[in-house]
T-cell receptor, first 114, second 116 residues
Framework: DAMVIQNPRYQVTQFGKPVTLSCSQTLNHNVMYWYQQKSSQAPKLLFHYYDKDFNNEADTPDNFQSRRPNTSFCFLDIRSPGLGDAAMYLC?????????????FGPGTRLLVL | KQEVTQIPAALSVPEGENLVLNCSFTDSAIYNLQWFRQDPGKGLTSLLLIQSSQREQTSGRLNASLDKSSGRSTLYIAASQPGDSATYLCAVKAERSGAGSYQLTFGKGTKLSVIP
């Protein structure tokens, strides 16, 4: 089945140690999104790629970076994780950025920072 | 700036009861509204999507309504079951000011527990 896949499902890292989260999709969608969701909070958009065009949200910390080497894969890099970065990270895709297009979400990666 | 509020934050009901979850948003200039389900530690599953021109959408035991002018939506769940236990989030899609692109703004969700 076409889907959005996130690996790993759980990630433990140490304070300040760089970590990379992975998202892949078999939907061949042009747009890939990264959301951060802290406990009992609303998902918050960090950035998105429209094809190779990177779009950062104004309030996304510089500590968060992203790469999209091809259509199928997108990575979230946290350069120096702090305790406050512990959260669920959700990847989503959509065919394009038209308003009628639905976003399809992956299962998420839960990040724990020790 | 769009804000989405969901009340109550948590709800516990006995099995078989009908229930309503509420969602409100501050800016009525939305394109559509979507209800999601999130199981503990999992991603988001889309349940229903209502376009701004629509009043309601139904899927099985779920019915979502939208009153765009008052900035409100409700999700009605009929004959609740223990398997309905999850967090339910609503999200509105609106155009980012002057950007020509669209953004989903989520509420914090309502955590539903259906007691057998």
């Amino acid at each position: 089945d076409a889907m959005v896949i996130q690996n790993p499902r759980y990630q433990v890292t140490q304070f300040g140690k760089p970590v990379t989260l992975s998202c892949s999709q078999t939907l061949n969608h042009n747009v890939m999104y990264w959301y951060q969701q802290k406990s009992s909070q609303a998902p918050k958009l960090l950035f998105h790629y429209y094809d190779k065009d990177f779009n950062n949200e104004a309030d996304t910390p510089d500590n968060f970076q992203s790469r999209r080497p091809n259509t199928s894969f997108c990575f979230l890099d946290i350069r120096s994780p702090g305790l406050g970065d512990a959260a669920m990270y959700l990847c989503a895709t959509s065919r394009d950025r038209s308003p009628q297009e639905t976003q399809y979400f992956g299962p998420g990666t839960r990040l724990l920072v020790l | 700036k769009q804000e989405v509020t969901q009340i109550p934050a948590a709800l516990s009901v006995p099995e078989g009861e009908n229930l309503v979850l509420n969602c409100s948003f501050t800016d009525s200039a939305i394109y559509n509204l979507q209800w999601f389900r999130q199981d503990p530690g999992k991603g988001l599953t889309s349940l229903l999507l209502i376009q701004s021109s629509q009043r309601e959408q139904t899927s099985g035991r779920l019915n979502a309504s939208l009153d765009k002018s008052s900035g409100r939506s409700t999700l009605y769940i009929a004959a609740s079951q223990p398997g309905d236990s999850a967090t339910y989030l609503c999200a509105v899609k609106a155009e980012r000011s002057g950007a020509g692109s669209y953004q989903l703004t989520f509420g914090k969700g309502t955590k539903l527990s259906v007691i057998p």
